[in-house]
């Protein structure tokens, strides 16, 4: 048989056949073993890809596929029909692996790629499977999702990249992100020179909308950088920890009800963007690190709960949209907590500020640095109930746009400061 210059296959009721064109000089091009799991009963098909390859299914099939390409060579697999069972899928060495599926996948897909292998999906059909992604070496993963993909997606990235696009579908099931350096490669970015995650959820002003709910979006993040930009809806729970000198950014352009559980430490870094429309509850936890908000859009019936801790640990909040207004708004309620050295700077200079609840509290020292809260606000300031240190205060100050400054009942040197306008208490 001759050397090809190019390989199809085609998978027919899951019969594997090889059409090789070049010429001939007696070379194999690849390997393929089919035979039978003997628990399930479905065909095997496993490939050692050695040349460039497309593989194309139109067909109801169901088996098992192992691929494996290395070399810089590339595989299509293009799924038109519907395929259940295992696809699993090794690349390394500047390989490429295109998975296109307009039909359904109905199964489990199992992607490792490294040594700068790419593996690009682009799902315009459905896919009701368990995903389990692993990307090292600066490998790279791509997906670009039009369709819907329902089921468990774990994605470990160490020194590598991975984008993935919702902008118009509809992505459900829980979502696990490890993003490690692993001390091996870094990925370079253009700058940041950590493995990096970018999680677009449809750009601003697209529509259709992207859609991203009905279960948990789970990240672990060590020095590496995870981005999610939404201009769609989300409604999943988000838990992400940031450790090291990690960065996230967190940006909704859309709109959001879903519960935010935000943990920075060490000495990492995480900022939230909300320019659009949010409802739901939003946690952050600052223990060495610093936390940043940014509003220009709207929080609506929103529980919002800062806590920062330790010498190094600051939240900084930026209002200049709104905050508690609208639908429900006295039902938003937010409690602001600054111990052990950490410190909580809100300003309020230019939004709107409307809470039924309002609890502050700065309590003790780390090596030699007070706790402390300060807020920076005009007359556009609402509380219907103030709570400082744990007592209960008279707010009407707040809407007349005066100064205010309480001390820990323990210690009179921790502050907690209502500075009107910016002016500072004491000028």
């Known amino acids: 048989m001759g050397k090809a210059a190019s390989l199809s296959a085609i998978i027919l009721g899951c019969v594997l056949v090889l059409n090789a064109c070049g010429d001939d ?5 690849s390997s393929a073993v089919t035979d039978v799991d003997p628990l399930s009963g479905c065909p095997t098909v496993s490939l050692v890809v050695t040349e460039d390859m497309e593989i194309v299914n139109t067909e109801e099939i169901e088996c098992t596929i192992n691929i494996e390409v290395g070399g810089g060579f590339t595989v299509d697999f293009e799924n038109q029909g519907s395929f259940t069972g295992w696809l699993n899928v090794t690349t390394y060495e500047s390989a490429v692996f295109n998975l296109n599926n307009s039909g359904a996948i109905d199964g489990n897909l199992n992607v490792t790629g490294e040594d700068s292998a790419v593996f690009d999906m682009n799902n315009s059909g459905t896919i009701d499977a368990n995903l389990n992604i692993t990307a090292h070496d600066s490998a790279e993963f791509n997906t670009d999702n039009s369709g819907s993909i329902d089921g468990n997606l774990n ?9 993935i696009n919702n902008a118009f579908g509809s992505l459900l099931g829980n979502i696990h992100f490890l993003i490690e350096d692993g001390g091996v490669v870094n990925f ?11 999680f677009l959820n449809r750009p601003a002003n697209a529509v259709p909308s992207g859609y991203l709910g009905d279960g948990s979006v789970d990240v672990v993040n060590n ?17 992400v920890t940031n450790n090291g000198t990690g960065t996230v950014h967190f940006q909704n352009n859309g709109s959001g009800s879903a519960v935010i559980n935000l943990n920075t430490y060490d000495s990492a870094d995480t900022h939230v963007v909300n320019n659009g429309w949010y409802s739901g509850t939003l946690n952050i936890l600052v223990q060495g690190g610093i936390a940043r908000i940014d509003n220009t859009g709207t929080f609506s019936g929103i529980g919002l709960n800062l806590t920062s801790n330790g010498e190094l640990s600051q ?91 309480f001390t820990n009942p323990s210690d ?10 910016g002016d500072n208490p004491g000028d």
């Open 155 to 163: 994605f470990n990235v160490h020194g590598a990249t991975m984008h």
């Open 315 to 405: 939240i900084e909040v930026q209002n200049d949209g709104t905050i508690g207004l609208g639908e429900g708004s006295m039902n938003s309620n937010a409690t602001m907590t600054a111990n052990y050295g950490g410190s909580i700077v809100f300003t309020n200079l230019s939004g709107d500020l409307v809470l039924g609840e309002l609890s502050v509290s700065a309590s003790g020292y780390s090596h030699g640095v007070a706790s402390s809260f300060l807020m920076l606000y005009d007359q556009n300031v609402t509380v219907s109930e103030l709570r400082v240190n744990g007592a209960l205060q008279d707010a009407g100050f707040l809407a007349a746009g005066l100064d205010m400054t």
């Open 25 to 29: 000089d007696g070379d194999s091009v």
């Open 188 to 198: 370079l970015d253009g700058s940041s020179g950590s493995p990096a995650v970018s």
């Open 412 to 421: 009179d040197s921790v502050l907690v400061v209502f500075d009107s306008a």
């Open 223 to 239: 020095s590496g950088q995870f981005n999610f930009d939404s201009g769609g809806y989300f409604g999943s729970t988000f838990n």
